[in-house]
């Protein structure tokens, strides 16, 4: 899949919220995206496929770690590799500004999610005991040396 990735701007909004809504069962707030677009560390990518929002990643860049925030695909673009572009790029980005570990939580019950990020090179390394506010669930902590990591 051809898709263009470049950091969102406002007007990408609704087709981020869509997305979200689609893919999220407790899904971000439109301020919640605002917040990301404003904030220093945040960055918050869009993935366009003939011109439409069709995924996006929103991680923040602290000192030298990139916290993964979001991640979503559209329903009708899943296992097309746009997940795995964006994190890659978020990676390989984080990698050039100094960054040495990369983080995330992620639902237990996310099992594809979860392949993906092991695939990707992420290894468990705790728990979020009711992290999720939504369902309680809890919270398998992921991070990703840099170092080893060929982004």
């Known amino acids: 899949m051809r898709a263009r990735i470049v950091p969102a701007r ?3 909004l609704p087709g981020l919220l869509e997305i979200e ?7 971000w707030s439109k301020a919640a995206f605002l917040g990301e ?3 220093k560390s945040a960055r918050l990518w869009v993935a366009k496929v003939a011109g439409l ?7 923040w860049l602290v000192l030298d770690e990139i916290h993964i925030l979001n991640l979503a695909v559209h329903p009708q673009v899943r296992r ?7 994190i890659t790029l978020a990676l390989k980005y984080g990698r050039r500004q100094g960054a040495h570990l990369a983080w995330l939580e992620v639902r237990p019950s996310n099992k594809a999610a979860i392949r993906l ?3 990707l090179g992420f290894v468990a ?4 005991p009711g992290y999720y506010q939504d369902t309680g669930e809890d919270a398998i902590i992921m991070k990703l ?3 080893d990591h060929e982004a």
């Open 10 to 12: 406002e007007e990408d």
């Open 21 to 27: 809504r689609l893919s999220h069962p407790n899904p």
């Open 37 to 39: 677009l404003s904030h």
């Open 53 to 59: 929002p069709r995924g996006f990643i929103s991680f």
């Open 80 to 86: 097309q590799g746009l997940a795995t572009s964006l």
């Open 117 to 119: 990020y092991q695939k």
């Open 125 to 128: 390394t705790g728990r979020r």
């Open 145 to 147: 040396s840099l170092r």
